[in-house]
């Protein structure tokens, strides 16, 4: 599995999430205090777009239903026992690379 080049830092400011499409597939991408993380775009609830939502405390919170989910592990903070999945990230330089699956 290749990594892609998604974004540069410059569009992911520190605290924020962006949306990525890639090969069909939807990703929320984090930016939490420098620390960049990467997981499905697509809500468990109603299939909320997650790289749409707000980032805060370390969770990425669904624009429409307000769910919320650990940006590093994926796991609902809502339903302990439900996570969306999460993809593997590097920073090269000013650029964020993703693995896809």
């Given amino acids: 599995m ?3 080049k998604v ?3 410059a569009d992911l400011p520190l605290d924020s999430v962006l949306e990525v499409n890639l090969a069909d597939s ?10 960049i993380c ?3 775009g697509v809500c468990l609830h109603q299939g909320g777009p997650l790289g749409q939502g707000q980032l805060a405390g370390g969770r990425i919170i669904c624009p ?14 809502d339903r302990p026992e439900a996570r969306v999945a999460t993809y593997e990230v ?7 690379l ?4």
């Fill in 2 to 4: 290749p990594f892609v």
């Fill in 7 to 9: 974004t540069t830092l």
């Fill in 26 to 35: 939807v990703y929320a991408l984090c930016n939490n205090q420098g620390t």
């Fill in 38 to 40: 990467a997981l499905s």
């Fill in 64 to 77: 429409w239903h307000a769910w919320e989910y650990d940006c590093r592990t994926g796991e609902s903070c």
């Fill in 90 to 96: 590097k920073v090269d330089g000013n650029d964020v």
């Fill in 98 to 101: 993703l693995r896809i699956p």
